[in-house]
């Protein structure tokens, strides 16, 4: 019954999001509107963490899984991607990780000049 | 052979079913071989995609067997949530170089998707639709369609950065001497999105939870600073 109603809490708030999706005009999808919902209740303490904790961690942990059907229905675009195919590939690969290689750093120096203000303190 | 495709097909649990046998068996082959590349989502996928080839099984018939799958991203999403209020004092601690982080990232791909599409001489149409590459599928999708973007192109976009931060997030990480576990985590998430995030975790609880906190945060940021791009090219 446990996991009843921790999926039900869940599935409920994505219910919601998308509720908000329909009524507000935009482009943000539901599952993110249902993901602030739900710090939103547990940060103000409408609702404990014990009340939704396992389902998460339980669907957080296959959370690989679910990519395959959307990265497997790359093949239905092959034919508007064989065109470029090779560029879109070169921008991917190096673009990643220079995304990678200046979010890191970034927050990373933001950091640690943070710790160094607080220890002049 | 026919009579196997045809009843593949028509079958309610082949789709989900192959989908859990490829990735229990990349598993094990990225377990036994130990070789970055073989990722178990890119491995799992290719078999798939053989699978479904060879066999001349629609992509529509396999879908709706694992569509179950693809409904989950939804909830998981949301789950989401329950990692970042465990971790919202490091959050907060560490809000400024977060967002920072973020935009750095948002402007650092911004810029070289500019610069590479003015180089290979890329239409305007495919130009929106590589600029939301790193943030989750569904407001790429939106933002590209809002700008007369080619969808399929994006998606592939996503999927590729996605794989690049879920096979190298955590090479990187020592490659670029990123230590702060906060910063592991939001450079995940920035540059992968739920794919990086799923990284992420295997780092730990922090990592994660910053990970799946710059989903967010850097796909709305993205849908702030995009209008200042589109009309580049």
């Known amino acids: ?121 | 052979m026919t009579e196997i495709s045809d009843f593949l097909s028509n079958s309610t649990s082949f789709g989900l079913c192959i989908s859990l046998v490829c990735f229990w068996l990349a598993e094990i082959i990225q377990k036994k071989t130990k070789f970055v590349l073989f990722a178990p989502l890119l491995v799992s996928c290719t078999f798939i995609i053989i699978f479904l080839v060879v066999l001349k099984i629609p992509y529509e018939k396999y879908l709706a067997g694992a569509q179950f799958l693809y409904y989950l991203m939804t909830p998981c999403t949301v789950a989401l949530a329950i990692p970042l209020y465990r971790q919202f004092s490091k959050l907060k601690e560490n809000a400024a170089a977060i967002v920072l982080g973020i935009l750095g990232g948002i402007l650092a791909n911004a810029f070289f998707i500019f610069g590479m599409c003015y180089f290979f001489k890329i239409s305007n149409a495919e130009y929106v639709s590589l600029l939301p590459k790193s943030i989750t599928t569904p407001i790429a999708i939106a933002l590209t369609n809002q700008n007369g973007g080619v969808e399929s192109v994006t998606i592939l976009m996503v999927s590729i950065a996605g794989n690049m931060a879920n096979i190298f997030g955590i090479i990187f990480c020592r490659l670029f001497k990123i230590t702060e576990p906060v910063a592991c985590g939001v450079a995940c998430g920035t540059t992968g999105h739920a794919m990086g995030t799923a990284k992420a975790f295997e780092m730990g609880e922090v990592q994660g939870a910053m990970s799946g906190l710059s989903i967010a945060v850097c796909g709305l940021l993205t849908v702030v600073v995009m209008p200042f791009f589109v009309k580049l090219i």
Request: charged share 10%.
């Open chain 1, 1 to 121: 019954m446990k996991f009843v109603k921790q999926f039900t809490i869940l599935v409920l708030t994505c219910f919601i999001g998308e509720i908000l999706h329909a009524l507000i005009p935009l482009p943000v999808p539901a599952s993110i509107y249902g993901l602030v919902l739900m710090f939103a209740a547990l940060q103000s303490k409408i609702m404990p963490l014990s009340a939704v904790d396992q389902a998460a961690d339980a669907i957080l942990s296959i959370m690989p899984l679910l990519f395959i059907p959307s990265t497997v229905g790359l093949i239905l675009a092959w034919d508007i991607l064989k065109a470029h195919w090779l560029q879109f590939l070169i921008i991917g690969i190096v673009g990643s990780t220079l995304v990678f290689f200046v979010t890191g750093h970034v927050t990373q120096l933001v950091i640690r000049i943070m710790k160094k203000g607080k220890k002049n303190d």
